[in-house]
């Protein structure tokens, strides 16, 4: 969200040349856009477990820590990439609200996030094992609950692709001067 804006405000106003004037090769560049928004996430994550945690009555208990490390890290990553592809392809704020409003959020409603998509009939059900957001949000709820509705070895290895293809996508960008360059 906040870091699609960012670069697309950086690239309105000109000053897009001040991340690109450093001696940074392209994959230094990606890697610190999405380190700094995987950071981001894992801080507000803390912040807000943290605050559960402080409620009375509310139970966050962990029991696959390193489904939540490998899912949040993933979910993070792959909405980090996201948001870069999306800046950089963007000419306009319309292009990236059509981003967030066409892809991002039908994928968030429809990844099992407020029902369980075993409640869903065919092809629904079946359709809803290529969203990588039910995977990310399986895995990450697995790591709460213990109860995965979809195949976690098969979600795992599915974003990790899907993470490795933006960021070559990304990376292939930087590395043109796809729309970075005059």
């Known amino acids: 969200g906040g870091d699609v804006v960012v670069r697309r405000v950086e690239r309105v106003q000109g000053n897009i040349v001040d991340l690109l004037m450093p001696p940074l090769s392209p994959g230094e560049l990606l890697v610190s856009f999405v380190a700094g928004a995987v950071t981001r996430a894992w801080l507000v994550g803390a912040a807000v477990w943290i605050a559960m945690l402080l409620w009375p009555g509310v139970s966050v208990a962990i029991k696959h820590p390193l489904a939540i490390l490998y899912y949040g890290t993933m979910g993070a990553a792959m909405l980090a990439l996201l948001g870069v592809l999306t800046g950089l392809w963007a000419d306009k704020f319309d292009h990236m609200a059509a981003v967030q409003n066409f892809v991002v ?27 990588p957001f039910f995977h990310l949000i399986d895995g990450f709820r697995y790591g709460f609950t213990g109860h995965a509705e979809g195949d976690l070895m098969l979600g795992a290895l599915y974003t990790l692709g899907l993470t490795l293809v933006l960021c070559l996508t990304c990376w292939a960008m930087f590395r043109s001067g796809y729309k970075l360059k005059a």
């Open 105 to 131: 959020m039908p994928l968030t409603m429809l990844s099992g996030t407020f029902y369980p998509i075993s409640r869903l009939g065919e092809p629904f059900h079946s359709i809803s094992h290529f969203n």
